[in-house]
């Protein structure tokens, strides 16, 4: 088990007898950026809460650096798809804090190591200024700033990101990709990131993971994003078409196949 | 007034009685369970009703029943299930139950008054001892608890992940809220428990401290109200439980109209 961050072999799930995850594969490279990529209930985070061991698989196996995966693994930080958050009172140091060894037992009490892992997180995705205020007072990616922070805490190797795009324009889309990306340069971190938009990862993507109907191809963009795979992959002809430097994915007969299908990019 | 016994139990009775609500409160408004706690309290009723008509002490009753019904509605509360839907039908099952005690109970309909309104100056010395009992093994739950806890209320999946047991912190949490509302209906009877357990924590947590701080500002406001209660009773001619309550309203609404001041 040499380099692999996350290696999934022969992984199904059930959900209502009806398979979530369809005999799944992949292996992914310590150090690479991926982006994952597929329609609404595609398996996206079906697929991040069994890699964090909180879904068990009815087959396959999975090693995280190597290891089995198992619950509390201190190495992958998660950064859930955004909910309703709740204390809208509290500020967004408190928010962030909560996550710093929330798990164990005792007060919420932080010492100073802890205060400085916190302010280094929060400074990390550049949300000092978000720290005193109210969270009810945070815009939707405000709030997601301070959720990515969280997850960077305890200098995580692995980040499971699911959907930390969703809700930004597409300039902070960008800005926040980048960001990510940056991040895990600097600390040679492995990236899984879902989205619902590719165009933003484009060019710093080394990977893309496309989920349909519960299976998954893992490659190279420019092998992963032709009309011949993803067509495999739906089991229905749709198109990938290119528009300047942007891609999108089209169902070809439309109809019936449309509801499957899912546009990649946000309007031409 | 502090030159009789009753009211200086009736004080150290009221000051343990905020020492916990403080703290549990604030979990209960932070998680939005104090519809939970609220219910605890009527099915705690029930017990304490039908430990009355068995000729047992009301408040082994009581604190057997709030947490029997703390653990039912953790174990019951699927994140799929409406919560309020579960708790509804546990608190007016619960009432029913109650109501039915009471009727065969007729020799003392005093106390049936003691267990809804409360009766703060019929505090016994024994009875001082077990509510100091029952307020230290409440914090000393709810300090192992607390970090976990409070995690858990933030960001649940995070928790999760990294290996927080979410049901079994909402059992542990929900019977910590048992015991300390058991405790509290001692002072405020079952029906009010809400004023001083819930005022004083959503008080706090509207004017935005942080958490440690959060569940200090709680306990003083709620020992306020429970001390500012016993005064203003014996002043005037109104039960305790009365002043503790619209003290319960006055100290939430101050505290909204000073955020509004302040523009929060
Ligand atoms: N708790 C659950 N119980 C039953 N089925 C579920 C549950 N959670 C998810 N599913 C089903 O599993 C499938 C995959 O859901 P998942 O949430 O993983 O999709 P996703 O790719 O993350 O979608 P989205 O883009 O909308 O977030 C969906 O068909 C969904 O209906
Ligand atoms: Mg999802």
């Known amino acids: 088990m040499s380099s692999a961050a996350v290696q999934v072999s022969g992984v199904t799930l059930l959900r209502q007898q009806r398979p979530v995850l369809d005999n799944i ?110 969270v009810g007072s945070l815009s939707g990616g405000e709030r997601q700033r301070l959720m990515l922070a969280q997850a960077l805490l305890d200098n995580p190797r692995i980040l499971l990101l699911d959907e930390p795009l969703a809700s930004l324009d597409p300039a902070r889309m960008r800005e926040t990709a980048e960001r990510i990306y940056a991040l895990a340069q600097a600390r040679g971190m492995t990236v899984l990131m879902s989205t619902h938009d590719i165009n933003p990862l484009m060019g710093l993507m080394d990977h893309v ?28 002809p749709v198109e990938v078409v290119r528009a300047g430097n942007r891609l999108f994915v089209v169902a070809e007969g439309g109809g019936a196949s449309l509801q499957s299908c899912m546009c990649v990019g946000h309007g031409a | 007034m502090l030159a009789y016994e009753f009211m200086r139990t009736a004080f150290l ?70 919560r309020d839907v579960t708790i509804g039908l546990v608190l007016s099952v619960a009432m029913g139950i109650g109501a039915l005690c009471l009727h065969f109970l007729t020799h003392s309909a005093s106390s049936a008054t003691a267990l809804l309104f409360g009766d703060i100056l019929g505090i016994g010395p024994s009875m001082l001892v077990w509510l100091g009992a029952l307020s230290v093994a409440c914090l000393l739950g709810l300090a192992i608890v607390a970090r976990p806890l409070l995690f858990a209320s933030l960001q649940p999946e995070q928790a999760e992940a990294r290996g927080v047991n979410l049901r079994l912190l909402d059992i542990l949490f929900l019977v910590i809220v048992a015991v300390a509302t058991a405790q509290c209906a001692q002072i405020t009877g079952v029906l009010l428990v809400f004023t001083l357990m819930i005022a004083p924590a959503a008080a706090s947590l509207r004017m935005g401290f942080a958490p440690l701080q959060g569940m200090g500002i709680a306990t003083l406001l709620a020992l306020l109200e429970g001390w500012l209660g016993l005064v203003l009773a014996w002043y005037t001619n109104c039960p305790t439980t009365f002043w503790i309550a619209i003290l319960g309203g006055s100290v939430f609404t101050t505290a909204t109209l000073f955020c509004r001041l302040r523009g929060r």
């Open chain 2, 13 to 82: 009775a009221a000051f343990l009685a905020a020492l916990v609500c403080g703290p549990v409160g604030w979990f209960l408004v932070l998680r939005g369970q104090s519809f939970a706690s609220h219910a605890l309290s009527h099915v705690g009723f029930a017990g304490a009703a039908a430990a009355l008509l068995l000729g047992q002490p009301a408040l082994l009753g009581l604190g057997l029943g709030a947490v029997g019904g703390g653990v039912a509605i953790g174990m019951a509360g699927d994140r799929l299930v409406g």
């Open chain 1, 25 to 134: 594969s992949f292996t992914i490279p310590a150090g690479s950026f991926v982006g994952v990529l597929g329609g609404n209930g595609a398996g996206k985070t079906t697929l991040f809460r069994t890699l964090l061991g909180l879904e068990k698989p009815s087959a396959g196996q999975i090693w995280i650096e190597g290891q089995p995966t198992q619950k509390g693994r201190m190495s992958i930080g998660y950064m859930p798809q955004v909910r309703g958050m709740v204390a809208a009172q509290l500020s967004g140091w408190s928010m962030v804090a909560a996550a710093q060894q929330g798990w164990k037992w005792g007060l919420p009490f932080y010492n100073e190591k802890a205060r400085t892992d916190i302010d280094a997180a929060l400074a990390a995705v550049d949300a000092q200024d978000l720290a005193s205020c109210p």
């Open chain 1, 209 to 236: 993971l496309y989920m349909a109907h519960g299976k998954a191809v893992l490659g190279r963009v420019e092998d992963v994003m032709t009309t011949q795979t993803l067509s495999a992959l739906y089991g229905a």
